[in-house]
């Protein structure tokens, strides 16, 4: 069974800095890509960033580039959201989410998606 | 930047048919999907690209594509498809995702 379990979200103010966590398990994940999408409360689903399978290629939402930094450790099955100059409008859950691929070939939507995780930042 | 526009709610009663809409200039060259989030709960994919429904997902979901508008049908609803709905897209290079704004679906 597929299993995503997010961690490492809490409180941290504004400016402050926060790494996420999504522990993997019940597939291949070095053979997968994978994405953190966040939802802030009340509010739709936002793609943040994505990493490949191999962690040799990212892609960031402009929200987002230049603070955010996507990792992985295909030997850990873990993926990081390393999070800093936090801003209010990053205040959301935060969503690990596997790239649906099949032969080879990623694409870029979710076929299973973790519980999330939630970033609070306050003033 | 590339949108994609959905109806804010959709209402319908049981065992009729809902139909919930999403347009989106791109979507003629790139193909959408649909999840499925319930209150509390992570979304669920429902359809992907376009037409296809993955497994363990009802029949009764079905999804159909009309120049740049894309259609999420659920045939026959019932109480549990009350949900928010989201169609995607992706960008032009195919790298990252592009989200509707959602769609509460109520049951009445």
């Known amino acids: 069974e597929v299993q995503l379990v997010e961690s490492g979200g809490g409180l941290v103010q504004r400016g402050g800095s926060l790494r996420l966590s999504c522990a993997a398990s019940?597939?291949?994940?070095?053979?997968?890509?994978m994405n953190w999408v966040r939802q802030a409360p009340g509010k739709g689903l936002e793609y943040v960033s994505a990493i490949s399978d191999n962690g040799d290629r990212t892609h960031y939402a402009n929200s987002v580039k230049g603070r955010f930094t996507i990792s992985r450790d295909n030997s850990k099955n873990t993926l990081w959201l390393q999070m800093g100059s936090l801003r209010a409008e990053d205040m959301a859950l935060y969503y690990c989410?596997?790239?649906?691929?099949?032969?080879?070939?990623?694409?870029?939507?979710?076929?299973?998606w973790g519980q999330g995780t939630l970033v609070t930042v306050s003033s | 930047s590339y949108e994609l526009t959905q109806p804010p709610s959709v209402s319908v009663s049981p065992g009729q048919t809902a139909r919930i809409i999403c347009s989106g200039d791109e979507l003629p060259k790139q193909y959408a999907f649909w999840y499925k989030q319930k209150p509390g709960q992570a979304p669920v994919l429902v359809i992907y690209k376009d037409t296809e429904r993955p497994s363990g997902i009802p029949e009764r979901f079905s999804g159909s594509t009309s120049g740049t508008i894309v259609t999420l049908t659920i045939s026959g609803v019932q109480a549990e498809d009350e949900a928010d709905y989201y169609c995607?897209?992706?960008?032009?290079?195919?790298?990252?995702?592009?989200f509707g704004g959602g769609t509460k679906l109520t049951v009445l």
């Open positions: 995607q897209t992706v960008d032009s290079s195919g790298s990252y995702a592009i």
């Open positions: 019940g597939f291949t994940f070095s053979r997968y890509s």
């Open positions: 989410a596997r790239g649906y691929c099949r032969g080879g070939n990623c694409y870029a939507f979710f076929d299973y």
